[in-house]
């Protein structure tokens, strides 16, 4: 079994930055990738981006230039950081892991996000 604990969301302007982070613990040896996925009200939930193991990373069109993961291997912790947020990425965040992509088998309960004047 693998836990997440998301951390870090809340109010953020249009045009300002949050960083949200993904804790996991348990049996995380054999976890392949970390991903963060998004959900606003009355939408599908969507990935926003990827990291594997060894450090390759994957965006969604719409966060790329704008977003970065990144993941501290010695806290067992993944990273979102966002950048020139838009009223369009407020959404519940999830932070997920997966065994073998593109499935993922472990979810964090979600932290909202919201870009708003």
């Known amino acids: 079994q693998v836990q997440l604990v998301e951390s870090g969301g809340g109010l953020v302007q249009p045009g300002g930055s949050l960083r949200l982070s993904c804790a996991a613990s348990?049996?995380?040896?054999?976890?392949?990738?970390m991903g963060w996925y998004h959900q606003a009200p009355g939408k599908q939930r969507e990935l926003v981006a990827t990291?594997?193991?060894?450090?390759?990373?994957n965006y969604a069109d719409s966060v790329k230039g704008r977003f970065t993961i990144s993941r501290d291997n010695a806290k067992n912790t993944v990273y979102l950081q966002m950048n020139s947020l838009k009223p369009e990425d407020t959404a519940v965040y999830y932070c997920?892991?997966?065994?073998?992509?593109?499935?993922?088998?472990?979810w964090g309960q979600g932290t909202q996000v919201t870009v708003s004047s």
């Open positions: 997920a892991a997966a065994y073998h992509l593109p499935r993922y088998d472990y």
């Open positions: 348990g049996t995380i040896f054999s976890i392949y990738a």
């Open positions: 990291i594997t193991r060894g450090g390759s990373t």
